[in-house]
């Protein structure tokens, strides 16, 4: 079966927020077996709406809709996909009762023109939003289904995830199953070529690269009847992905993220970490401490991005400095024996770098970046050479070092074996 999603709102054709329900349905509907072939975002008016709306009936079995189900003038979605349909709208009582008890809960007045969000197309399908005052809503008419959700994306995944889905899987005789196998260390270009055989020889399952902020993730998808085939199907192709990048694989679950990775690592050989940056501003150690439970590895880190700070906090040498500058190896190296002993770290890393817009020079042009690390006393540095605006290269500083941390990690864990 085919779905189509519309967005509706003229807040994101102007920018003003980012439309991450559509991607976030997307993959909801690909996991359920829903191909989906358009997508496309329409103001608040009534007669463009409609001619979007009806044009994606005409080609698709399911439209979803998120937003304008709001109190106000501008919120058109229900009322044109009722007229579509051909229903009229009556008051939901069960509806307004809940939005009464809504605003009654928090001690807030209700305005009469919330009532309208109780009104709801004749014969519709209404789902209960425990998070907002807006129902969800599916109209079924001809073949044809609409479903309506609300934009705030806290209301549309409750409403999706408990009421939506349950109504698709019954609709689709197949689902997709995916499973992602994350790789830090290596280009998306290599990547690919050390598994073309694979891409060309395939079927089903499938496999996907995709190149993110120093990672390549590749997503196997089977198409199965369920989930417990789709589990069968991509298990082999994980295993041979596992046996062809070795180390390079940090992990095969979704939600992981290469941070996740580094601190489940420092957990198991019982290390501490510290940082010690300079371009990144603490980038590092905020990645690091968004993981839960980074307290057990990580006490303390140092933002040294004057010379002074360097050698104040870390005992960078003045010769160092003067000699090679802040931006190489001997100071990346230096900042990274310091933290770890200022710290009394098992793991030290640092960055150092010009990540623009100004300041570079021929010889140390901007995008210049050198990362140390430090584990248990063997400290190393690598140069490398980043592109893009300020943000970008220091995003890609931040993944670099922590790529450089785990295979140091490993590597020092290797030898004790």
């Not at 001809?142 to 995830?161: D, W």
């Not at 009421?163 to 689709?172: A, E, F, R, T």
């Not at 590895?297 to 160092?320: E, P």
Request: one cysteine or more.
């Amino acid at each position: 079966m085919t779905v189509e999603l519309i967005s509706v709102g003229t807040e994101i054709l102007l920018g003003n927020i980012v439309n991450t329900n559509a991607a976030w349905l997307s993959e909801q509907c690909a996991r359920l077996g829903l191909s989906c072939y358009y997508q496309s975002v329409v103001g608040d008016n009534a007669v463009r709406l409609k001619e979007q709306i009806q044009q994606a009936l005409n080609r698709s079995d399911i439209v979803i809709l998120t937003g304008g189900l709001g109190p106000t003038t501008d919120d058109l979605t229900k009322e044109t996909a009722a007229q579509l349909m051909g229903k009229g709208l009556v008051m939901d009582m069960h509806s307004l009762e809940r939005v009464e008890a809504y605003f009654k809960a928090r001690r807030i007045e209700m305005t009469e023109n919330n009532k309208k969000q109780a009104l709801c197309p004749e014969g519709a399908m209404v789902l209960d939003n425990d998070n907002g005052t807006a129902p969800g809503l599916i109209l079924e008419e001809n073949g044809k289904r609409m479903i309506l959700l609300p934009g705030p994306p806290n209301e549309l995944h409750s409403l999706f995830e408990q009421q939506v889905k349950p109504y698709l899987q019954k609709l689709s005789p197949e689902i997709f199953y995916s499973r992602t196998v994350k790789l830090c260390g290596i280009g998306e270009s290599k990547a690919a070529a050390m598994i073309q055989d694979m891409i060309d020889a395939q079927t089903n399952p499938t496999i996907a690269p995709y190149a993110k902020t120093g990672e390549v993730h590749l997503r196997v998808t089977a198409r199965a009847k369920d989930e417990q085939e789709g589990k069968k199907l991509v298990k082999p192709v994980i295993r041979e992905l596992k046996k062809r990048f070795g180390e390079m694989v940090y992990t095969t679950k979704e939600e992981r993220t290469l941070e996740e990775a580094v601190v489940k690592l420092l957990k198991k050989n019982k290390m501490s970490i510290t940082c010690a940056e300079s371009c990144t501003g603490g980038l590092l150690a905020g990645r690091i401490v968004n993981v839960a439970g980074a307290s057990s590895v990580f006490q303390t880190g140092y933002v040294t991005y004057a010379n002074q700070a360097k050698r104040r906090l870390l005992g960078v040498k003045k010769s160092t400095l003067r000699e090679f500058g802040a931006v190489s190896t001997q100071t990346a190296k230096e900042m990274a024996s310091g933290a770890l002993a200022a710290a009394k770290a098992d793991v030290a890393v640092s960055i150092t770098g010009i990540a623009g817009p100004d300041g570079g020079t021929a010889r140390k042009p901007v995008g210049l970046v050198y990362i140390g690390c430090s584990v248990q006393g063997h400290t190393i540095a690598q140069e490398y050479r980043f592109s893009g605006n300020r943000e970008k290269i220091r995003d890609n500083a931040v993944s670099a070092a922590l790529t450089l941390t785990r295979r140091c990690i490993l590597e020092n864990c290797s030898k004790k074996e």
